[in-house]
């Protein structure tokens, strides 16, 4: 009878758990043997004629940094909560935006040379997000699966199916 006490409890316990979220910093998406990257984080755009925005986005775009960094094999499957900035993909009908490149700094992928996949998430949601500013950083909270995927900006070492989706607050001190 004790044995299955102890087996119910986990049993009860375990969704518990598996609810736990880690949250994630990009630097830990970078296996610590990897070859350092440099990012570019200054504008590849000559951002004096943003007026003209056809200009800007008619611009070549720049060739990802080290298109074949590694990833962290571990990370797969693990629920993580990681903050970044959205690079829209898909929009739906009521302009909130359901699929995106989720990177660790602002412009990347648009306005600066693509993150190494090591550094890009490929995030779906169901109800997406209404995203008013490109430069608001975001809390994307769900499971992480280490799965390659390109779009037409850069290629994403990880993807990730967004529960939430949160303005990025910093935490209480």
Known sequence: MRGLWVLLSLLCASPLWAQDLRVLTWQEMIPPDAPPVKLVTAPIHDLSKMADALSVESA???????????????????????????????VSEEGRV?????????GACIHVPPPPPNQIVHVTSELGVKVDELYQPYWIEGPMQVKSSTSELADAGYQME????LV???PDQ
Do not use: C
């Open 162 to 165: 967004a529960d939430k989706i």
């Open 168 to 170: 990025y607050e910093l």
């Open 98 to 106: 359901t699929e995106f490149l989720l990177v660790p700094y602002f």
């Open 60 to 90: 070549p775009a720049a060739h990802q940094l080290a298109p074949h960094a590694p990833v962290v094999k571990s990370l797969d499957g693990q629920m993580v909560r990681l903050p970044g900035y959205i690079v829209p993909l898909e």
